[in-house]
Nanobody, 124 residues
């Protein structure tokens, strides 16, 4: 089993910033794709951003493009979501996911893995 650990959520005023982190276990040597989804109360989970291994071909939902930036630190096995100019409609539980994980022992996990979620609340 692979556990992704998220951190960085909280309460912020409109126009503020937050940075979310998602850490994979140390025995993971590479991850094909990582990303962030979010789910607001009463709504479906939606994709926020994705980033492949190497970090070159990122994708964002139209609602966050230009305000959010996804990045990866391969050495730390950690992905980040820098969020600026936050709006009340960004309020949601944010989940990170990882797909295509290779362990140091050579085992390849094809299954998607999800973090436990971190709450982001944008309110004055």
């Amino acid at each position: 089993q692979v556990h992704l650990v998220e951190s960085g959520g909280g309460l912020v005023q409109p126009g503020g910033s937050l940075r979310l982190s998602c850490a994979a276990p140390e025995n993971i040597v590479s991850i094909d794709t990582m990303g962030w989804y979010r789910q607001a109360p009463g709504k479906h989970r939606e994709m926020v951003a994705t980033i492949p291994d190497g970090g070159a071909d990122t994708h964002y939902s139209d609602s966050v493009k230009g305000r959010f930036t996804v990045s990866r630190d391969t050495a730390k096995n950690t992905m980040y979501l820098q969020m600026h100019d936050l709006k009340p409609e960004d309020t949601a539980v944010y989940y990170c996911f990882a797909q295509g994980l290779l362990t140091s022992s050579g085992y390849y996990y094809q299954t998607d893995y999800w973090g436990q979620g971190t709450q982001v609340t944008v309110s004055s």
